[in-house]
């Protein structure tokens, strides 16, 4: 019998979604830490929500009296609720109609093939969330250092996520698309350029992201990040740190000037976090900070030894009066900057795990464009998820690091 679409189907769903959501789950290193969960997701119109109950005031109803004065005014608690929407991710594999064909008389290379494309698309969806994970959600894969005219080389800031064959788009903050559609045919990170497929000319400050995922005049698209959440200044989820106070991170930066790690400025952040109530159980950060740290202790200490933390992790481990906080290393976390979490103030949002869409009944949609019908058949993963934070003053940011 001859495969066909429908034979193919729960081949997918069932064989290879269970592969997709344990290696998201089980690899990712700074998702590993944080809690995943479905709870409280609501459905409205307009999308799928959750909504963030905070604390925010005490009772200002308190006070000291003489005998016969009148008491304190009475308080109350204060709380603030924010409804967060989840954004939408998405994956798309594609098969040609001749691929299928080749099932039939070569079952094991239509295998390969196969295995190759979904194994490929989990191993992007799980290098992207990582990526996201630490940025605004504005989709920046790099930012523009250097303006350019005319130019295929674009000088960024760090060159590190940029990908061969990656089509991205330039945009100009806050949201207009410069130029659309650029395969990025060449990544030099030591230079800190990337080569793109058409000539552009850039400005500094502009930033570079996965075509069409970049930020509209409304929302960001991508997860909202460490770069939004563990911040001083601006709202998040609709709460606004000018009415509500208490809703900043501790944030420890040099503006802008790279200095060497001490291990005072760590206690400095990590006190600071303390006074305001919270604590750190995890801190994050790049390769060449983490090599610094190394060369930190090593000029102090006899001997440097990883530690085996919880999760699978190992890493060093920065001492405080209140125990031993893992330090490890992600080698998508940005650089120069170190993370100082809490990571049960962080909840992974989401409707369900990675799925395929079949709401027509069938995951393959044929392939149709502008110019056509084509011979070939894709199917896309999706999920609804956001990235949520019920106390953001327990999370701090040791930033302008100089990396070894």
Do not use: C
């Amino acid at each position: 019998m001859a495969t066909t679409l429908a034979s193919l189907d729960p081949i997918m769903k069932e064989v290879y979604a269970p592969r997709i959501t344990e290696q998201l789950n089980e690899e990712t290193t700074a998702l590993k830490r944080i809690t995943k969960s479905n709870s409280g997701v609501t459905q409205d119109v307009g999308g799928k929500y959750v909504v963030l109950p905070i604390h925010t005031r005490r009772n200002a109803g308190i006070g000291s009296r003489l005998e016969s004065e009148p008491l304190p005014q009475p308080g109350q608690q204060g709380y603030a609720a924010s409804r967060v929407a989840l954004k939408y991710g998405y994956g798309s594999v594609q098969l040609t109609g001749q691929a299928i064909a080749l099932s039939d008389s070569d079952s094991k290379s239509f295998a390969r093939a196969l295995d190759q494309e979904m194994t490929g698309v989990k191993n992007d969806i799980l290098k992207d969330m990582n990526r996201q994970v630490y940025g605004v959600g504005n989709g920046a894969i790099g930012t523009v250092s250097t303006a350019g005219t005319s130019s295929t080389t674009i000088t960024v800031s760090d060159a590190r996520l940029f990908q061969v064959g990656e089509i991205v788009d330039l945009v100009t903050l806050p949201a207009t698309v410069a130029t659309a559609g650029l395969t990025v045919t060449a990544v030099n990170v030591s230079a800190g350029t990337i080569t793109v497929s058409s000539a552009v000319t850039s400005a500094v400050g502009q930033i570079l992201v996965r075509t069409g995922s970049g930020p509209s005049a409304s929302a960001n698209r991508e997860l909202t990040g460490f770069s939004a959440i563990v911040n001083n200044t601006g709202a998040l989820f609709n709460i606004d740190p000018a009415v509500e106070p208490e809703w900043t991170a501790t944030v420890n930066s040099n503006g802008g000037t790279g200095r060497a790690l001490t291990e005072a400025l760590m206690i400095n952040v990590v006190d600071t976090i303390r006074t305001r109530g919270g604590s750190t159980t995890l801190i994050l950060t790049s390769l060449g900070v983490r090599r610094a740290y190394f060369n930190l202790l090593s000029q102090t200490r006899s001997t440097v030894n990883t530690q085996d933390f919880t999760g699978g992790f190992k890493g060093l481990a920065f001492t405080t009066d209140k125990g031993d906080i893992p330090f490890i290393a992600d080698v998508d976390a940005p650089l120069g900057k170190a993370w100082f979490l809490n990571e049960d103030t962080f909840t992974y949002y989401h409707d369900e795990d990675w799925h395929w869409l079949d709401r027509s009944g069938n995951m393959w949609e044929r392939k149709v464009d502008s110019n056509g019908t084509y011979d070939a058949w894709y199917a896309n993963l999706v999920e609804y998820h956001e990235l949520g934070v019920d106390r953001r003053n327990s999370n701090g940011l040791l930033a302008d690091i100089t990396e070894a």
